[in-house]
């Protein structure tokens, strides 16, 4: 059994597949490949069998668990130590498993490592999901070098470096095994978007650390499920966002930013209903009460977790971006 296993989630994503998928195949001799069906409907697994069937593993489900659910339930037939958790919808580069793959080896204390993430669409710029490492603000508003809110910087080399950051993207994750069950894998509920967020700051309650290389490249199309534009995706984001609070958040902090999340979440809203986004409005409002039904059960979620990490970050991205017009946050 190989060491590293390449793993990516498919929902109709026949064309994705298409285009994506020869880079993985080409970059990845060292790590056995596996592609979890989130029961498509297209000819995903048709297509996949005919092109690929001798070198990769295909993992069907029988219902479509969405991508947190999706991954924990596939995941549950990979048994390599090193995870390369990897969208359908990214081009990787040579050599793009050698460094963080070390990293993960040298340090038992690192959980995961994210490569730079670049756009498939615009090669010379960083891309929205992940750029050179994530990070939270105060008020639990994650951000990443190279990308504050949908500002995005041009990769003049400026984040060429390795450091510590707080969240590793979903979309190129390389995670250890053990660490992904020592906390019972992605949150289910979350559906999609985020759930890595949480997944980390969990991990953090546990002692552990993620790290950003930029000896490692991949190409990120991004957008291919659900779009900025989709209002599902405001609602699963500013849900999501305040379910990753409750569950993570200091005893002293929680109030306070809740009330302040709820507050700026309201300001979010009416400037959705001033731009002609009525349905993004309505979304924000169905995420709110989708967070109030879940109290009970994030707070009884949170005795579990017993969070022990604070995020000591800049206190308002919002208020220095839209505010103070400051395209990046340059201290960590």
Not at 115 to 123: A, D
Request: hydrophobic share 40%.
């Amino acid at each position: 059994m190989k060491e590293l296993a390449i793993v990516i989630l498919n929902y109709n994503g026949r064309k994705l597949l298409e285009e994506f998928l020869p880079s993985v195949i080409s970059h990845s001799n060292e790590a056995s490949v596996y592609v979890i069906d989130n029961k498509s409907e297209d000819d995903s697994i048709d297509w996949l069998e005919a092109q690929y069937n001798d070198q990769l593993t295909i993992i069907p489900l029988a219902k479509n668990h969405g991508f947190a659910g999706g991954y924990n339930e596939g995941l549950k037939r990979v048994n390599e130590p090193y995870w390369c958790l990897l969208n359908s919808d990214v081009r990787v580069t040579e050599n793009y498993t050698v460094r963080p793959l070390e990293l993960l080896k040298e340090n038992a204390t690192i959980a995961a490592v994210q490569p730079k993430i670049k756009s498939e669409k615009r090669p010379d710029f960083l891309e929205y999901a992940g750029a050179a490492g994530g990070f939270l603000d105060y008020f639990g508003y994650p951000f990443c070098r190279g990308r504050l809110f949908q500002h995005i910087e041009k990769d003049n080399g400026q984040y060429d470096d390795e450091i510590e950051v707080f969240w590793t993207t979903g979309a190129c994750m390389f995670i250890k095994r053990s660490a992904f069950e020592n906390v019972g894998g992605f949150d289910s509920a979350y559906f999609a978007h985020q759930e890595e967020i949480d997944l980390c700051w969990r991990l953090h309650h546990k002692g552990l650390k993620f790290l950003y290389t930029s000896k490692s490249t991949v190409y990120h199309l991004g957008g291919s499920t659900l779009t900025n534009q989709n209002p599902f995706k405001t609602y699963l984001n500013f849900r999501n966002s305040l379910f990753t609070l409750v569950k993570n958040l200091l005893a002293f902090e929680l109030p306070l930013i809740i009330l302040n999340r709820l507050l700026l979440d309201g300001i979010a809203g009416i400037v959705f209903l001033f731009q002609g986004k009525p349905k993004h409005t309505f979304a924000i409002l169905k995420a709110h009460f989708s967070f109030y039904y879940a109290l009970p059960r994030l707070m009884k979620q949170r005795r579990s977790i017993q969070p022990k990490y604070r995020t000591r970050k800049p206190l308002s991205i919002v208020i220095q971006h839209f505010v103070l017009n400051r395209k990046k946050i340059l201290k960590y």
